[in-house]
């Protein structure tokens, strides 16, 4: 009897144990849950508060340079001009050049040489690999929305933003590109690969979307046939000769070529003066653009460019009248071609729409 006494009050109290242990379980059960719940609730908090950083589509710089850039600075507080970091830069200069700082002054264009340039000779094809050279080391990154070319001479008319705003506004390429009719333009040995009736000309100075770069980067015809634009070499007096030059040509026949036209606003952004008829100095005259020194540098210069709100193509009888986010605008965001003193001196007068530093000129 005595057994059978002890037997249930051991059962019973390995039932009272179990429930104990099940009454905790439930207990740290809950409590694990309303923990996470509340912590759950917290980070959601602080996520509505604290919303993740989204990288802003860039504007990928592209400059062609000789040699360093002497516009350097003035470009140092153009892109100073924004926090964002909505912009990349890249550098095409002669093979084994290294932009350092015994070799510019920015900080922004340190190390932005891209490793694998060429030789560049005005005039011939190898400003057309220049300028996919750039394409291709500025694809890879895919915030990289808009490509623009820049001379090593070009300025900034306004501020950052301002043209950030302006060249994203729109979902077109900015390409000038018009018919060429003049006589020994188009060479016959370009058909069928390049007929005539595609046969453009313009600006080499494109911004291009996206897809139109990649457009660029990925053709293989064109850019590798032999030299068919011109049937000899440029003389040694290339004034001499006003024949087709490569880069003048390539990209807006391109586009044409591939039925991309419709996706391009036929106009170029940068601003280059080619009337020098009037000029008085006969080292100026001819079919070079102007460049612009020390004593062209005047408010009253960039006034006038800034000014400009149409273009007027005479081979095709066409005003482009000039929009940005559907309203009237000038046309241009850059101007060409620039001496460092010319630059240094409108910077100076603060008539580029950036500041210059205080210590610019210690």
């Known amino acids: 009897m005595s057994k059978r006494k002890a037997s249930t009050s051991q059962k019973s109290h390995h039932k009272w144990r179990r429930k104990i242990i099940a009454v905790l379980l439930l207990g740290f059960c809950f409590s694990t849950l309303l923990l996470v719940e509340t912590q759950y609730s917290r980070i959601k908090m602080l996520a509505s508060q604290y919303p993740p950083t989204v990288q802003k589509p860039k504007i990928a710089f592209l400059f062609i340079a000789r040699n360093r850039l002497p516009l350097d600075m003035v470009w140092d507080a153009f892109f100073q001009g924004d926090i964002e970091l909505r912009y990349s830069i890249f550098v095409h200069s002669r093979p084994g050049f290294i932009l350092n700082k015994a070799t510019t002054r920015s900080i922004y264009f340190l190390n932005r040489q891209v490793n694998n340039s060429i030789q560049v000779d005005w005039g011939g094809a190898s400003m057309i690999q220049a300028e996919r050279i750039l394409l291709e080391a500025a694809l890879p990154d895919p915030s990289n929305e808009r490509f623009v070319f820049l001379s090593d001479s070009c300025i900034p008319l306004y501020n950052f933003t301002y043209t950030y705003d302006y060249i994203m506004s729109t979902s077109n390429s900015y390409v000038d590109s018009f018919a060429d009719t003049k006589e020994g333009r188009y060479n016959p040995k370009m058909h069928p690969v390049v007929p005539v009736h595609n046969w453009r000309k313009g600006s080499q100075w494109v911004a291009l979307t996206r897809k139109h770069a990649e457009v660029v980067v990925q053709d293989?015809?064109?850019?590798?046939?032999?030299?068919?634009?011109?049937?000899?070499?440029?003389?040694?007096?290339?004034?001499?000769?006003?024949n087709c030059i490569p880069d003048e040509h390539y990209v807006s026949t391109l586009l044409a070529q591939e039925g991309l036209e419709e996706e391009i606003t036929r106009r170029t952004l940068t601003h280059t003066s080619w009337d020098l008829s009037s000029s008085k100095d006969p080292k100026r005259r001819g079919w070079h653009p102007v460049t612009y020194k020390l004593a062209d540098a005047t408010l009253s210069l960039i006034q006038s460019i800034k000014d400009i709100d149409n273009?007027?193509?005479?081979?095709?009888?066409?005003?482009?009248?000039?929009?940005?986010?559907?309203?009237?605008?000038?046309?241009?965001?850059?101007?060409?071609?620039?001496?460092?003193?010319a630059a240094l001196h409108l910077f100076n007068m603060s008539a580029l729409g950036v500041k210059p530093k205080q210590d610019l000129y210690r």
């Open 311 to 341: 273009i007027y193509f005479e081979t095709e009888y066409r005003r482009e009248w000039c929009t940005s986010k559907g309203v009237p605008s000038p046309c241009f965001l850059f101007a060409r071609k620039f001496t460092r003193p």
């Open 220 to 242: 293989d015809i064109r850019r590798s046939l032999p030299e068919f634009w011109r049937d000899h070499p440029l003389p040694a007096d290339a004034s001499k000769e006003h």
